[in-house]
């Protein structure tokens, strides 16, 4: 995970290295032991640093969840941003199906190996701030252009639709840890949440 990007001298490239030290270490052991169980102490002594260095990289452990977050989030409304194009330019559903598909296998492999306490703890910290906000925003857009190209039922309002497909979506993603059989993999998992949604959303023979 790389947090600054650019040109940085030889002081920034350190702290650089040391929060995503930090942020690495502590993703693993929120593996091994769950979020609640792991101590800032325990993150530190792992990173090879004291704890002041931690929490000046990341003011609260749960800094380090966002941080997590954020990595899945960002990518997620860099696709959610593609499907709204997709569909002002009129495209078919096998475009969104391809897309949907990719934003729930964009949760880090990572995210799929902590529990599913953590990985609610985690889909928490973004929950009521910019990237929520944002992703919400343009759930609502796509499904406002969906349904003007006759893609999407028009019997149910655009944001009651957005909210029931994301906290579907985010609901998936934190069943994983308990709920996928070592039998079915992600991308069979994916594939049933895909047809259900497009079983949910499809409109009616009348419209």
């Not at 969840?65 to 990595?71: C, K, R, T």
């Not at 709204?84 to 559903?93: H, I, K, N, R, S």
């Not at 964009?106 to 928490?124: C, F, H, K, Y």
Request: no cysteine.
């Amino acid at each position: 995970m790389t947090f600054v990007e650019g040109s940085e001298g030889r002081r920034e490239r350190k702290s650089r290295e040391t929060r995503e030290r930090i942020f690495r270490e502590a993703v693993a052991l929120f593996v091994i032991y769950g979020f609640d169980a792991t101590k800032v102490r325990d993150i530190a002594e792992k990173a090879g640093v004291s704890t002041v260095t931690v929490h000046n990289h990341f003011r609260t452990k749960e800094r380090l969840l966002y941080a997590l977050a954020e990595l899945y989030f960002e990518r997620v409304i860099a696709l959610l941003e593609t499907m709204v194009e997709l569909a002002a330019t009129g495209a078919g559903p096998a475009e969104f199906e391809k897309t949907a598909r990719s934003i729930v296998l964009e949760w880090p492999t990572t995210g799929r190996q902590l529990s599913a306490d953590t990985q609610r703890a985690v889909i928490r910290t973004v929950t009521g701030n910019r990237l929520h906000h944002e992703m919400r925003s343009l759930l609502v857009q796509l499904m406002t252009n969906l349904q003007v190209s006759g893609l999407v039922r028009r019997d149910v309002a655009p944001g009651a639709l957005a909210a029931g497909v994301g906290d579907l979506v985010l609901g998936a993603l934190t069943s994983w840890s308990t709920d996928l059989s070592e039998d079915q993999s992600p991308s069979e998992k994916v594939g049933e949440l895909v047809m259900f949604l497009v079983a949910t959303l499809q409109p009616s023979p009348r419209g």
